[in-house]
């Protein structure tokens, strides 16, 4: 069965531009969570998509959005880029059926340089 | 405000050696805690506890969880350099998931 894969893996941007970041779960999960890494804060919530709407959300303005289609692959936006967006972005898949309860399965990620 | 806390920040050992890993936590409305290895890639999951008091074991590894001091360890008996990871800790709770900053574990040959 096929890992949870994101592209693109690697992405340079400048201030004040937007990203898309995109993530395919694993085969019939359907949650998709979204997490930022970064050395000094370490790996930080974002949110959670199940069945094509967020179901939780972490502490992040609104600049952060994401959305999840029929499919269950899921994209997440960042507007205005700022500096300290620059991190590595982890996307996780689950069944989804004990909400944030049960294993999620990371993909590789994708690392956002902002210049 | 909800927190995750590891300790030791890092950790050097001899291989062979035994070594246990802290999480402490204050999560509003606990439901679950886990625990990561993550090498030089994303973190791979290696238990999730939700009962207190209940070892879950996989090997060399296990992890015990005490909800009522609010702590779980992860043990890692007969070390080997192949155990050289960050591990993290991460509690579910009040709709979200809190992660602590991580132990770095070094095992020396």
């Known amino acids: 069965k096929a890992g949870v894969t994101q592209t693109p893996r690697y992405l340079i941007k400048t201030r004040g531009q937007q990203v898309t970041l995109s993530c395919s779960p694993i085969?019939?999960?359907?949650?998709v969570s979204w997490y930022q890494q970064t050395p000094g804060q370490g790996l930080q919530f974002l949110f959670e998509?199940?069945?094509?709407?967020?179901?939780n959300k972490g502490n992040f303005p609104g600049r952060f959005s994401g959305r999840q289609f029929s499919n269950s692959r899921s994209e997440m936006n960042v507007s205005t880029l700022e500096l300290g967006d620059s991190a590595l972005y982890l996307c996780?898949?689950?069944?989804?059926?004990?909400?944030?309860?049960?294993?999620?399965?990371f993909g590789p990620g994708t690392r956002l340089l902002v210049l | 405000e909800d927190k995750v806390v590891q300790s030791p920040l890092s950790l050097v050992v001899h291989e062979g050696d035994t070594v246990t890993l802290n999480c402490s936590y204050e999560?509003?409305?606990?439901?679950?805690l886990l625990w990561y290895k993550q090498e030089k890639k994303a973190p791979t999951f290696l238990f999730m506890l939700?009962?207190?008091?209940i070892e879950k074991k996989s090997g060399r590894l296990s992890s015990i969880l005490d909800k009522k001091e609010l702590f779980s360890i992860l043990n890692i008996t007969a070390t080997q350099t192949g155990d050289s990871a960050v591990y993290l800790c991460?509690?579910?709770?009040?709709?979200?998931?809190?992660f602590g900053k991580g132990t770095r574990l070094h095992i020396l040959p």
């Open positions: 996780a898949s689950s069944l989804g059926l004990a909400e944030l309860q049960e294993t999620q399965y």
């Open positions: 085969s019939g999960h359907r949650s």
């Open positions: 998509y199940f069945s094509e709407t967020q179901r």
């Open positions: 999560v509003t409305n606990f439901r679950s």
């Open positions: 939700t009962s207190s008091g």
């Open positions: 991460a509690v579910y709770g009040d709709d979200k998931i809190i």
